[in-house]
């Protein structure tokens, strides 16, 4: 994919409501609602879902925004296949026990280099089915998420991201 700027060079923060369509790939933001104050506090985190094909994708930011998971986004949030987990990953966790119920990931991504043990508790704890080793920190270098939109969903630890940029035709 390739992502033009815009022509007059004004880009504006998502808030929550908006959707992006960039080819095959759509991205809805989920909250906060007023599109954050000024990004100074972790509640103006934008949340948001990529969604390529039949798979999902919810990146939270350094908050959750909760009651939007459960209610409001609660189809688009239900049994996504990724979750980067709030935050950074160690306690008191920034999104509630309903919400973690709700987005029950296959592969949750950590921002930290946190061991994943204390969250598979958590995640467990609530009824989610992630497998341990589906649980990812920094700890275990660059991740790369590949899917086809079906079928394949894979994700790969110790990456290079630059294997994976697009290449000069």
Same mark, same amino acid.
């Given at each position: !994919?390739?992502?033009?700027? !815009?022509?007059?060079?004004?880009?504006?923060q998502?808030?929550?409501? &908006?959707?992006?369509? $960039?080819?095959? /790939?759509?991205?809805?933001?989920?909250?906060?609602?007023?599109?954050? @104050?000024y990004?100074?506090?972790n509640?103006?985190?934008? %949340?948001?879902? !990529?969604? =390529?094909?039949?798979r @999902?994708m *919810?990146?939270?930011? &350094?908050?959750?925004?909760?009651?939007?998971?459960?209610?409001?986004?609660?189809? *688009?949030?239900?049994?996504?296949?990724?979750?980067?987990?709030?935050?950074?990953?160690s306690?008191? =966790?920034?999104?509630?026990?309903?919400?973690?119920?709700?987005?029950?990931?296959?592969?949750?991504?950590?921002p930290?280099? /946190?061991?994943? $043990?204390?969250? =598979?508790?958590? $995640?467990?704890?609530?009824?989610?089915?992630?497998?341990?080793?589906?649980? !990812?920190?920094?700890? &275990?270098?660059?991740?790369?998420?590949?899917?086809d939109?079906?079928d =394949? *969903?894979?994700? @790969?630890?110790?990456? %290079?991201?630059?294997?994976?940029?697009?290449?000069?035709?």
């Amino acid at each position: !994919l390739e992502i033009t700027p !815009l022509a007059n060079g004004v880009y504006q923060q998502m808030k929550q409501g &908006d959707v992006i369509n $960039v080819g095959p /790939l759509t991205i809805s933001c989920i909250g906060p609602a007023n599109g954050g @104050r000024y990004g100074r506090t972790n509640p103006d985190s934008l %949340n948001f879902v !990529l969604q =390529y094909g039949s798979r @999902r994708m *919810l990146f939270t930011g &350094d908050y959750a925004a909760s009651g939007n998971i459960n209610k409001v986004y609660k189809e *688009l949030c239900s049994n996504v296949d990724v979750l980067k987990f709030p935050h950074h990953g160690s306690p008191p =966790y920034q999104i509630g026990d309903v919400a973690i119920q709700t987005t029950n990931p296959e592969y949750i991504l950590m921002p930290s280099d /946190l061991h994943n $043990v204390q969250v =598979y508790r958590f $995640v467990h704890g609530n009824g989610c089915d992630t497998k341990q080793e589906n649980i !990812l920190s920094m700890k &275990d270098g660059h991740v790369v998420i590949l899917t086809d939109g079906g079928d =394949y *969903l894979e994700a @790969r630890t110790q990456q %290079n991201p630059a294997d994976y940029a697009p290449k000069d035709n």
